[in-house]
């Protein structure tokens, strides 16, 4: 039995991807998180993702090499804007997007990622879903189910995503027109509507090595271009625009990986009672999907 297994997000930096014993989207992570066999997880990512690789193993130390590293979008919601939202729509459930603290998990019905969104939201009794905390992904959702959606907050988004506009896709698109347009389901919907694809990073790695064109504009973050390089050599693939950079994602460099290994820490801790109705909540999702 290996003692540690090192799982790194598609967005974190090229070379601790090099080093990981696995890299992957959320989806993919949560359940490779599950199967490991190392007593103990090191996670390259935000907070929220080594949270929930603790959530979903309670007798295995998870260590998370830089605590300071936060998703800019889960900081922009708290439990009670999902009580209070639920009181108005007493007949709602709540589906709350992976990307989201612990405490936000705790107080919803079930979990979706970007790739199972549509899915979970379908496999819903209730007409009416409240939604955290992307309203891009809402958007996204209600567009491919019958359901209504309601974004809370009403402004969440990932800064990183929504700040990709028209225009900067235009201004590539200039320059390599025969190029394909692949994009996140957290760019603003009207990204979305000229992009050729639209998937979650996974999906996005796979649509790149699947396609026949020789070039990708890729709307997500940069940390998937040099696997995207790595897995389909030969195709141009280029960023979408030079901003497409989230900060907290390159926290965990390589040395504070093996500096985690040395120290056995920093530890993730998530408040049991907290972790329970986290982990009923995620369990669903892995149930549905
Ligand atoms: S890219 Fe956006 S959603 Fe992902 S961790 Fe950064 S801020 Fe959060």
Redesign the pocket.
């Given at each position: 039995m290996n003692d540690f297994t090192l799982l790194a997000h598609n967005?974190v930096r090229p070379e601790v991807q090099q080093i990981a014993d696995f890299t992957g989207d959320s989806l993919e992570l949560a359940k490779k998180a599950q199967e490991v066999d190392a007593g103990t997880i090191v996670f390259a990512g935000?907070d929220f993702m080594a949270e929930m690789a603790a959530i979903l193993n309670p007798d295995r130390d998870v260590i998370h090499p830089d605590p300071h590293a936060k998703?800019?979008?889960?900081l922009r919601i708290r439990p009670s804007d999902i009580l209070e939202t639920r009181r108005r729509y007493p007949d709602a459930e709540v589906v709350t997007y992976i990307?989201s603290s612990a405490a936000i998990k705790a107080v919803s019905d079930i979990i979706c990622t970007s790739s199972n969104a549509v899915k979970i939201v379908n496999s819903m009794d209730a007409d009416t879903i409240i939604f955290a905390p992307d309203q891009n992904l809402a958007a996204y959702v209600a567009e491919h189910t019958r359901k209504e959606l309601i974004p809370v907050p009403a402004l969440g988004c990932?800064?990183?995503?929504h700040a990709l506009t028209v225009e900067d896709i235009g201004e590539r698109i200039r320059k390599y027109p025969e190029a394909e347009v692949i994009v996140h389901p957290?760019t603003t919907p009207g990204v979305q509507r000229i992009a050729d694809f639209i998937g979650s990073t996974s999906a996005m790695i796979r649509y790149v090595r699947e396609s026949k064109a020789d070039t990708i504009l890729v709307g997500t973050?940069h940390g998937i271009i040099s696997r995207m390089k790595l897995e389909s050599p030969g195709k141009r693939i280029i960023p979408a625009s030079m901003h497409l950079v989230?900060p907290?994602?390159k926290m965990c460099t390589v040395d504070r990986c093996l500096q985690a290994v040395k120290e056995h820490g920093p530890i993730v801790h998530v408040d049991k009672e907290v972790a329970a109705d986290a982990r009923r909540a995620l369990e669903r999702m892995l149930e549905v999907t």
């Open positions: 967005y935000v998703c800019a979008m889960a990307n990932c800064p990183v995503h957290e973050e989230c907290d994602m």
